[in-house]
């Protein structure tokens, strides 16, 4: 883990964001506040990781954090200041500190593109990071970084497997020099025996350049080596959030202890029928959340406090904050997981 | 136990490439077998090939299957189909590609009732709503009357798996069922499956997942660049593996639940199926590889009872103990 300073790269304060939804071709659009009120905290060096299921907000996080979307209320700070409010300078400084690495590989690179083109194409627009005379040797000296053959250079994305390619958008990122990565699912589409490769690679350059990550996830075995933090998010909200081992070890929060428990694992021949637990029915419509704590719907030990009070997100005797009313109740376990 | 499906050495070409090279296995009545490889291992065409339904450009090369006594290459096209869906069903796994966007879903559940078993409207949809609320779809005499679209990713998925077991078929083979699916859905839905199978129902789930695989299989058959690698019970390959490859996929796999154990990388990539190493396609990413591994493909070969493996030190593999819950260096 590298030095952290005091005042985070990355601060959401009550960010709520979202967009605009229609139902049907004649119906009225309605607001959608896919993120309600989340607030987040990410240092230099620092990884933290975002763990939800589909829906629950975590990819509008990553918009709003990268500028592509507008909050509703709240704010996005960089080093300690207002993103909306900055000015085009500044606008333009941020696209160059916060940088974006996606899930597909073979939709986020340009087909017509050399791998050189790729990496200097921010040089052009950037100017003063890396000087013209220096583009070769730098586009070099980056493929090596992220373990491709220098050579390789005038290839085209095609020519490179799932796994090669996200090296190329890790490199690609990692051109203009940036202070955060907003890593959204970098490894889902990958096969298993890639997966390690590039979550290896990140935690390297993590250990080399100091840059943090903002880690968007579903997939809870992932997180667990590579997070420093971890903030588990559930229709909006943050449920549950605090060192990785923390939330690991000690999930207080309902929703935790579901995902924990149907994350599927090479240990899963040894289980039991019914020994994991199973969440009933589906993510209810963030168009129309619950009202109360908004995983009732879903929940053993919810009560008539949790459909009319929403949960905050405190510490509960508890070494890590998690927003449930019965957090520290005994550990009730569902009946036949229900 | 006698198989319900013996597939014996399957070979599959796709184009010039030998995407399939010799592949056997057989499921018998109320048990599972996962297929399990990586993308490009041949897992999907293998089971494409068992119900006639490989795409145009790939063929069946080699080997047989056969279907509770009748061999299946030398059927019609015609008995194939009878055969689909009512002895053996199929699900995928992107739902929503499966489905017709513009007919109702209790249509398309009723139609396998009218087409397959001649019953008539009110008697398919009733029979339709049967086997939606058998699967857990809530509230189905509803829901019956809605399209695809309407459906969320997990009860869409319940819709096809209620389609698929609609006429009681013996076989369901289920191409990775959950992967589109949260995990919490996923839970639900490999639920579902464990239990049908308990019933009686023979099932082979093809996935990447050993975490998937080890929720549902009695038994496994490795892929790897077109071959099965190794096979066994799922007790014994997971707590020794018998193939390098098997050892590296436990290693990479990562766990929510074990604090101990970090996953770890595979060195290298897959093969391009049309330019395989020589050898042993695994050798260049294989930490066991030596001089022969380079020159002589190794044969599948029985290495304990019940358990194949085709590696020339598979004996090696296995003395060096099991990959998972075993302390790290």
Not at chain 1, 173 to 179: F, S, T
Not at chain 2, 273 to 292: E, I, K, S
Request: hydrophobic fraction near 40%; include cysteine.
């Amino acid at each position: 883990m590298a030095a952290q300073s005091d005042t985070p790269v990355l601060e959401l304060v009550d960010l709520v964001a979202g967009y605009r939804s229609r139902q049907g071709p004649l119906g009225r659009s309605r607001a959608v506040r896919a993120v309600a009120g989340v607030n987040l905290a990410v240092r230099a060096g620092e990884t933290v990781c975002l763990v939800g299921e589909s829906g629950c907000g975590k990819s509008t996080v990553a918009r709003a954090v990268v500028s592509l979307l507008r909050p509703i209320a709240g704010e996005v700070r960089f080093d300690g200041r207002d993103v909306t409010a900055l000015d085009r300078a500044g606008r333009r400084d941020l696209r160059r500190q916060v940088q974006l690495v996606f899930q597909d590989p073979y939709a986020s690179l340009n087909p017509k593109m050399t791998v050189h083109d790729l990496l200097s194409e921010a040089w052009r627009i950037h100017p003063g990071i890396v000087p013209r005379g220096d583009w070769d040797a730098e586009v070099a000296a980056l493929l090596e970084r992220v373990g491709l053959n220098p050579g390789h250079a005038t290839r085209y994305p095609h020519q490179f497997s799932g796994g090669q390619r996200q090296r190329i958008s890790i490199a690609r990122a990692l051109a203009v020099r940036p202070r955060l990565i907003v890593c959204d699912e970098p490894v889902s589409a990958l096969d298993v025996s890639i997966q390690a490769q590039i979550l290896n690679l990140l935690a390297r350059l993590q250990r080399e350049l100091g840059v943090a990550y903002l880690f968007i996830t579903h997939d809870l075995g992932v997180v667990r080596h590579f997070a420093d933090r971890v903030a588990v998010m559930h229709l909006g909200t943050i449920v549950e959030s605090g060192q990785t081992e923390q939330v690991y070890e000690r999930p207080a929060h309902p929703y935790t202890q579901a995902l924990l428990s149907a994350a599927p694992s090479v240990d899963d021949w040894r289980a039991q029928e019914g020994e994991e637990i199973v969440l009933r029915g589906d993510v209810p419509s963030p168009l129309d959340p619950p009202s109360g704590c908004r995983f009732h719907t879903r929940c053993w030990k919810a009560r008539d406090l949790c459909r009319a009070e929403e949960p905050a997100l405190v510490r509960r005797d508890t070494d890590h904050p998690v927003a449930c009313h019965f957090a520290t109740d005994a550990h009730v376990v569902a009946a036949d997981g229900h | 136990m006698t198989e319900l499906l013996t597939v014996s050495d399957l070979a599959v070409s796709f184009g010039e490439v030998r995407a399939v090279r010799g592949v056997s296995f057989g499921v018998a009545e109320a048990t599972t077998l996962a297929i399990v490889g990586e993308s490009g291992s041949g897992k999907s065409l293998s089971s494409l090939a068992v119900l006639g339904l490989l795409p145009a450009q790939a063929q069946v090369t080699a080997g047989s299957i056969h279907w509770d006594g009748r061999d299946l290459r030398a059927c019609g096209a015609d008995e194939l189909r009878q055969l689909r869906g009512t002895d053996i069903a199929m699900i995928f796994q992107d739902p929503l590609s499966a489905l017709n966007p513009s007919l109702t879903v209790g249509y398309q559940i009723g139609e396998m009732f009218r087409r397959r078993r001649g019953l008539g409207r009110d008697e398919a949809r009733r029979r339709a709503i049967e086997a939606m609320t058998e699967v857990g779809i809530p509230d189905a005499a509803r829901r019956a009357g809605s399209y695809p679209h309407e459906f969320s990713g997990g009860m869409r998925q319940r819709v096809m798996i209620a389609m698929a077991l609609a006429l009681d078929p013996r076989l369901l083979i289920a191409d990775e069922p959950t992967t589109a699916l949260d995990v919490t859905v996923q839970a639900q839905i490999l639920r579902l499956l464990r239990k049908r199978q308990r019933d009686g129902l023979a099932m082979i789930i093809i996935s990447h997942d050993l975490g998937v695989v080890a929720r549902t299989a009695q038994s496994v058959v490795v892929m790897y660049a077109g071959r099965a690698v190794e096979s066994g019970p799922v007790a014994d390959l997971y707590t020794v593996p018998a193939h390098p490859y098997t050892l590296g996929l436990m290693a990479a796999s990562p766990s929510a639940r074990d604090a101990g154990r970090r996953p770890q990388p595979i060195d290298g990539y897959p093969p391009d199926g049309a330019a395989l190493p020589t050898g042993c396609a695994f050798h260049p990413r294989c930490p066991f590889a030596r001089q022969r591994c380079r020159t002589e493909d190794p044969e599948l070969r029985t290495v304990a009872p019940g358990r194949t493996s085709a590696c020339h030190f598979a004996e090696e593999v296995l003395s060096r103990g099991g990959a998972v819950g075993h302390p790290r260096a």
